[in-house]
């Protein structure tokens, strides 16, 4: 059987930061993706500029320095010297990720589904073979994303989540929009994020704000309503963990969505999964001052919780909170970056 230093569950951006770590300093490093083709997730794909458009800035397919910004009763725009935030192809950013992992002397295998783990030994499917396999491991990292299976073993439920739910439509979208609307999204907005020759549109709510199901019906009238034709568009949903309850169990991890990192606000959680992924690759490599980013993460993230609690409480509550948060960036009182993870 073989035996890896590291065995990380999942290819996204968590679990390739923290594979290029453990990898390049030495520890034998595994990382099992049960999706065949890496990069592949609901997500509009906006990074900030405090977060990574200054590392990631290569790949990033349109930026905008000005935001549009739309609630019931107000309608004005932010603007900055730098981006404020980028749009990234998921599958172009997993691409760049793996090749950089790979290159660290990380291995990865895609296409294989986890099945079980016991004491120190991880069984999956090797879907492309249909054979069953084992590896053990000396640390387990659980980069499996909001349904994860490493989290399931650790026993930890997810109780407070979000949902996303996207289409990517053909056309060229001159602006980045945000509409606020609690009638229609409850403490979540809706999104214009356009892309090279697309965007992405679609809605973000907390699930206890609104149901998946009201939430798709209220985009479609969003989206009529603005002439958009999402008809021809395919749709993709996600659930977004933002349950946090701690990273680090004994030899076992978890980071990024499987931690329950995103933002409750805003389902942030590209920035989210690569700091969490390069703290916990340094601990693991015993690497000193390894958490000070992923500190004032988590500090962000109990704010972001905090406030969104709030939110749940009255359709009422959220539309006046909407509303003199946008006003106060409105009035330079309030800074658009404090919504960021990265501030």
């Given at each position: 059987?073989?035996?890896?230093?590291?065995?990380?569950?999942?290819?996204?951006?968590?679990?390739?930061?923290?594979?290029?770590?453990?990898?390049?300093?030495?520890?034998?490093?595994?990382?099992?993706?049960?999706?065949?083709?890496?990069?592949?997730?609901?997500?509009?794909?906006?990074?900030?500029?405090?977060?990574?458009?200054?590392?990631?800035?290569?790949?990033?397919?349109?930026?905008?320095?000005?935001?549009?910004?739309?609630?019931?009763?107000?309608?004005?725009?932010?603007?900055?010297?730098?981006?404020?935030?980028?749009?990234?192809?998921?599958?172009?950013?997993?691409?760049?990720?793996?090749?950089?992992?790979?290159?660290?002397?990380?291995?990865?295998?895609?296409?294989?589904?986890?099945?079980?783990?016991?004491?120190?030994?991880?069984?999956?499917?090797?879907?492309?073979?249909?054979?069953?396999?084992?590896?053990?491991?000396?640390?387990?990292?659980?980069?499996?994303?909001?349904?994860?299976?490493?989290?399931?073993?650790?026993?930890?439920?997810?109780?407070?989540?979000?949902?996303?739910?996207?289409?990517?439509?053909?056309?060229?979208?001159?602006?980045?929009?945000?509409?606020?609307?609690?009638?229609?999204?409850?403490?979540?907005?809706?999104?214009?994020?356009p892309h090279r020759e697309r965007a992405s549109i679609g809605a973000?709510?907390?699930?206890?704000?609104?149901?998946?199901?009201?939430?798709?019906?209220?985009?479609?009238?969003?989206?009529?309503?603005?002439?958009?034709?999402?008809?021809?568009?395919?749709?993709?949903?996600?659930?977004?963990?933002?349950?946090?309850?701690?990273?680090?169990?004994?030899?076992?991890?978890?980071?990024?969505?499987?931690?329950?990192?995103?933002?409750?606000?805003?389902?942030e959680g590209i920035y989210p999964a690569m700091v969490s992924g390069?703290?916990?690759?340094?601990?693991?490599?015993?690497?000193?001052?390894?958490?000070?980013?992923?500190?004032?993460?988590?500090?962000?993230?109990?704010?972001?919780?905090?406030?969104?609690?709030?939110?749940?409480?009255?359709?009422?509550?959220?539309?006046?909170?909407?509303?003199?948060?946008?006003?106060?960036?409105?009035?330079?009182?309030?800074?658009?970056?404090?919504?960021?993870?990265?501030?």
């Amino acid at each position: 059987m073989l035996f890896y230093d590291v065995i990380i569950v999942g290819a996204g951006p968590a679990g390739l930061s923290c594979a290029e770590i453990t990898a390049k300093h030495g520890a034998a490093t595994l990382v099992l993706e049960r999706k065949k083709n890496i990069g592949e997730k609901v997500c509009a794909g906006g990074i900030t500029w405090n977060g990574l458009i200054n590392k990631l800035n290569d790949i990033s397919e349109r930026s905008f320095s000005t935001q549009y910004i739309y609630t019931k009763k107000q309608r004005f725009t932010v603007s900055e010297d730098n981006p404020i935030i980028a749009t990234v192809n998921r599958v172009t950013l997993g691409q760049l990720m793996s090749a950089n992992a790979t290159e660290a002397g990380a291995t990865i295998r895609t296409n294989c589904q986890v099945t079980s783990i016991n004491k120190g030994i991880i069984t999956f499917l090797n879907r492309d073979t249909g054979l069953s396999e084992q590896v053990r491991f000396n640390h387990l990292v659980g980069a499996d994303g909001s349904s994860s299976a490493v989290r399931k073993y650790l026993g930890i439920p997810v109780s407070d989540f979000g949902v996303g739910i996207n289409y990517m439509v053909d056309g060229n979208f001159p602006s980045m929009q945000w509409h606020l609307n609690s009638s229609l999204f409850g403490s979540g907005y809706a999104w214009i994020f356009p892309h090279r020759e697309r965007a992405s549109i679609g809605a973000y709510a907390d699930a206890k704000s609104v149901s998946a199901m009201f939430l798709k019906t209220s985009l479609i009238q969003w989206a009529n309503s603005n002439q958009f034709d999402l008809s021809t568009a395919r749709l993709t949903a996600e659930r977004i963990n933002y349950d946090y309850r701690g990273y680090s169990f004994d030899n076992i991890y978890l980071i990024g969505d499987a931690a329950g990192l995103a933002s409750a606000l805003t389902g942030e959680g590209i920035y989210p999964a690569m700091v969490s992924g390069e703290t916990i690759g340094r601990q693991i490599c015993k690497i000193k001052n390894a958490e000070k980013d992923f500190q004032k993460l988590l500090k962000n993230h109990k704010k972001h919780r905090t406030m969104a609690k709030i939110a749940q409480i009255h359709p009422t509550i959220s539309t006046v909170l909407s509303e003199l948060v946008c006003y106060g960036l409105k009035k330079n009182i309030i800074d658009f970056r404090s919504a960021e993870m990265a501030h």
